[in-house]
């Protein structure tokens, strides 16, 4: 398993931005997609964006164009800069990546709120 902690999550108001964070233990050259899902209250887990160790990104239709996905290889992070909030992207958000030994591994979970 990869231990993942996550940072960044907290409340804002509709219109600005957050950015999160997710550092990933050990070795990185087996580290392969990277990502974010979030859930809202009452509602199912969704992919948010992903991240390839190629670079090639995958982003859900309701991000799109306000969202990024990043990542450093150095530091074993990926990040997930958040533009133009709306009070629908409040949710938990949860860092996931896939490692070629380790599997599938969640973090625990950061709460972003979106709030006037």
């Known amino acids: 398993q990869v231990q993942l902690a996550e940072s960044g999550g907290g409340l804002v108001r509709p219109g600005g931005s957050l950015r999160l964070s997710c550092a990933a233990s050990?070795?990185?050259?087996?580290?392969?997609?990277m990502g974010w899902y979030r859930q809202a209250a009452g509602k199912q887990r969704e992919l948010v964006a992903d991240?390839?160790?190629?670079?090639?990104?995958n982003y859900a239709n309701s991000v799109q164009g306000r969202f990024i996905i990043s990542r450093d290889s150095a530091k074993n992070t990926v990040y997930l800069q958040m533009n133009s909030l709306k009070s629908e992207d409040t949710a938990v958000y949860y860092c996931?990546?896939?490692?070629?030994?380790?599997?599938?591994?969640w973090g625990q979970g950061t709460q972003v709120t979106v709030s006037s």
């Open positions: 996931t990546v896939y490692d070629v030994f380790r599997g599938r591994s």
């Open positions: 050990g070795n990185s050259f087996s580290l392969r997609t």
């Open positions: 991240i390839s160790s190629g670079g090639t990104t």
